[in-house]
């Protein structure tokens, strides 16, 4: 009986836990009339020189000299800064083999500043890439500076997948900075898409998307982010990377971290320790044309400058 009695304690100890860390996450999310401007306050725009994208801030508590401060990170698609990319080739003095090293020039990270209906100014500063994934479309950036804002991103952690005809909203910089933070909606139209590589899933939904778009968040109407806009085959016909895909990504990839609040935050050690590319395909590899569901067909949504 005494046994019975203290499984029983432990099973309800393991599903309070289970509940309290389910409502943890939840309990972040914004009040239901600032859902709006919340998502303004937690997107960005992207700018790598050759094009524009979106992104959507999470920012984390490190320590830096003893002290507490907020640390900004930028979630966003890789092919947003692929093309602050560069290979060199360098020999290795110890081993006299030939190695190639990979860099990443800075990324500028636009957050525009309105007041009273009217556009006021905006806010940019530099944003290295600390992780990079090209076959997952994958990118997390941090603003050099700290505190550059305060809002932050609240991934959705539920197990549950949103449901087909899920409604939507979806914050990115249509056509780049002249449409930045524009809000979109829809809903999910479909989910677990794969592409002719059959590699990794894509949800789709309804919800407009422009050139610009790409790297920008989808979220439930309460406020939760939900995926990425990565890709699109027409102005309600668009892709993006789940939220459970990037969970997956980030987890080994050692950013766990920048998606889930209940995972401990780096130290500046484990930071400058992270490599900072996984290997994968090129975005540039030539495609067959003749596939009919070849990635060709869903363009990235990045603005290409002319």
């Not at 914050?171 to 829809?186: A, H």
């Not at 950013?255 to 400058?272: G, H, M, Q, Y």
């Amino acid at each position: 009986m005494r046994k019975i009695v203290v499984a029983m304690l432990v099973a309800l100890l393991l599903c309070t836990t289970s509940f309290a860390g389910e409502a943890t996450w939840k309990e972040t999310l914004p009040a239901q009339d600032n859902v709006a401007q919340y998502l303004q306050d937690i997107s960005v725009t992207v700018n790598s020189g050759m094009g524009e994208g979106s992104g959507v801030i999470k920012t984390i508590t490190m320590k830096r000299n003893g002290k507490d401060v907020k640390v900004n990170f930028v979630w966003t698609a890789a092919h947003v800064v692929d093309s602050l990319r560069t290979e060199k080739k360098v020999i290795d003095s110890k081993t006299g083999t030939q190695r190639i090293v990979v860099k990443f020039d800075d990324a500028d990270v636009i957050k525009e500043l309105v007041e009273n209906g009217r556009k006021v100014g905006e806010l940019k500063m530099q944003a290295e890439v600390i992780r990079y994934n090209e076959q997952e479309d994958l990118a997390l950036l941090r603003v050099r500076k700290t505190n550059f804002v305060s809002a932050s991103v609240v991934f959705y952690q539920d197990k549950k997948i949103p449901s087909i005809g899920t409604d939507v909203y979806h914050v990115g910089s249509l056509l780049g900075q002249l449409g930045s933070n524009s809000m979109t909606s829809g809903i999910v139209s479909q989910v677990g898409r794969v592409l002719d590589d059959g590699k990794e899933e894509y949800d789709q939904t309804t919800a407009t998307s422009f050139p610009g778009s790409s790297g920008g968040g989808v979220y439930l109407k309460n406020g939760a982010y939900v995926g990425m806009i990565v890709r699109g085959a027409g102005e309600g016909f668009n892709l993006m990377v789940p939220v459970r895909r990037m969970a997956r990504w980030a987890e080994k990839a050692g950013v766990l971290w920048a998606l889930n609040d209940n995972v401990p935050p780096p130290t500046e050690k484990e930071l400058e320790n992270l490599p900072i590319e996984d290997s994968g395909f090129s975005f540039n590899a030539k495609v067959d044309k003749d596939k009919p569901c070849d990635k060709k067909e869903f363009k990235t949504l990045l603005r290409v400058k002319k």
